[in-house]
């Protein structure tokens, strides 16, 4: 149930305009490559194996015309990479009962490929799986693909894991991309660093240390090193076939590839990353925003998740949102960041500027656990009781919208709006 007066104070938390909007128009009129990057955590980014780096494509991309977001994090719900998709697509929390291409495969939505279509762009998915997984081929139609490429549209010359290669994605993709009309919206999900992660012998480049040889987590950085030498070898195409310099090149990861519950992965990545393995650096994701001669070199330290992704784009390709449509923020023009979390730790959970707090399983407050960022501090827990009340009031106030199919309404009445009305319906049950 929703609490309107929680509600009220959440979403006037989310509506916060600015007076004017940085970057605005940035990636207008480009051809926007977006690719989610399967398990992609941000801590490899950081942390070399014995002098190598992990992600060193990566590592260059964010020193050049670059936006980066240090303090991103997932939002996924029950389905995994295709909730990450439907909350950076949607701007909407992820179901709390099921996974949200098939809770909500009938809704109605207003999406940024929906937004980018206004604009004149074609908008296609690159996947190198099996159509039907996640219901995607029944979900995309509301979600504004024009077009979506699966394992029945590639050749499956070459299968790693659980499809199709992130090499042959990418490169199959070409030969599509060069037919469509610009501007173009093309959305890659990678699929070859899923877990269990282990690759062919002749793929494994990394020297491995003697401490994560066969271990979850030294297949896990030979997987996301091949990812990011084949993001690499992508760009060096798009580059060679003229598709470069009018390119915005998006990357972020999609949910965690090593759950820190797992004894052996925490042990592991403590012992990598040289401190403890907690949630906040389970649910950390990278997100870069390439834009070819932008001259940028920004790092932004605002904390912000998925649920941003949508507003934050809207407003770099020249067309921001209205900020009470959707549940995230543009985070390139706020300060305060706030990121809720439902699935995989107890909702009402959250991730804010300066602290993390985790809402105890038992459902009792007093068991909870918050920390500062960065230091691993503990913070008092009555210094986060708003923050936890306004993660519950976005979880519900979302899945109150997305249960009832009122995306439509929000898009003419605002979330107000919608406020409004649950208020009514109350004193009417009265
Ligand atoms: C399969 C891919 C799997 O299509 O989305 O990823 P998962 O959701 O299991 O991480």
Redesign the pocket.
């Known amino acids: 149930t929703v609490d309107p007066q929680l509600a009220e104070e959440a979403v006037s938390a989310i509506v916060q305009e600015a007076d004017e909007r940085r970057f605005k128009g940035l990636l207008e009129g480009r051809n926007v490559f977006v690719i989610q990057a ?2 992609l955590q941000t801590f490899v980014m950081e942390h070399p194996l014995a002098g190598q780096e992990i992600t060193p494509v990566l590592n260059q991309l964010v020193q050049e015309d670059s936006i980066y977001f240090s303090r991103f994090y997932e939002q996924a719900g029950w ?4 909730d990450a998709e439907f909350v950076s697509h949607n701007s909407f929390y992820p179901s709390t009962k099921t996974f949200s291409y098939r809770a909500y495969e009938n809704n109605a939505f207003y999406s940024l490929p929906h937004h980018l279509k206004k604009q004149g762009y074609t908008t296609m998915v690159f ?1 190198g ?2 159509p039907s ?2 219901n ?1 081929e029944n979900a995309y139609k509301g979600q504004g693909i024009d077009h979506f490429y699966a394992s029945e549209d590639f050749e499956m010359n070459d299968l790693i894991g ?2 199709l290669s992130d090499r042959q994605l990418f490169q199959q993709s070409i030969t599509v991309i060069k037919q469509i009309p610009e501007p173009f919206y093309a959305f890659y ?1 990678t ?1 070859t660093s ?2 269990p992660f282990v690759m062919p012998d002749e793929l494994q480049k990394l020297e491995m240390s003697a401490d994560y040889e066969d271990t979850v987590l030294g297949h896990y950085l030979q997987s996301v090193h091949y990812l990011d030498e084949e993001i690499g070898r992508f760009i060096q195409r798009l580059k060679s076939e003229g598709l470069y310099d009018n390119a915005a090149i998006i990357i972020y990861g ?2 965690q590839g090593l759950d820190m519950r797992n004894e052996e992965a925490n042990d592991l990545v403590s012992h990598f990353i040289r401190r403890p393995y907690e949630e906040d650096e389970m649910f950390r994701v990278p997100l870069i925003i390439h834009i070819p001669g932008s001259g940028l070199a920004e790092t932004v330290e605002t904390a912000g998740g998925q649920i941003d992704f949508f507003p934050t784009i809207a407003n770099l390709a020249g067309v921001p949102l209205h900020p009470n449509r959707v549940m995230g923020k543009d985070l390139l023009n706020i300060m305060e960041g706030f990121v809720a979390k439902q699935v995989h730790v107890a909702a009402g959970s959250f991730i804010d500027n300066e602290k993390v707090f985790i809402m105890s399983s038992d459902g009792l407050y007093d068991n909870s656990r918050a920390w500062r960022l960065g230091t691993g501090e503990p913070v008092a827990l009555e210094k986060c009781r708003d923050n936890y009340e306004r993660a519950l009031a976005e979880i519900t106030l979302s899945e109150y919208i997305l249960q009832n199919d009122l995306i439509p309404r929000v898009q003419e009445a605002g979330l107000e709006g919608i406020l409004d009305e649950i208020r009514q319906a109350l004193q009417l049950e009265e």
């Not at 389905?79 to 295709?82: E, F, P, Q």
Request: proline residues 0%; negative net charge; glycine residues 10%.
């Open positions: 399967e398990s389905g995994n990479t295709s996947h799986n099996d997984f996640w995607r659980m499809g999900i699929l899923h877990h999609d949910h």
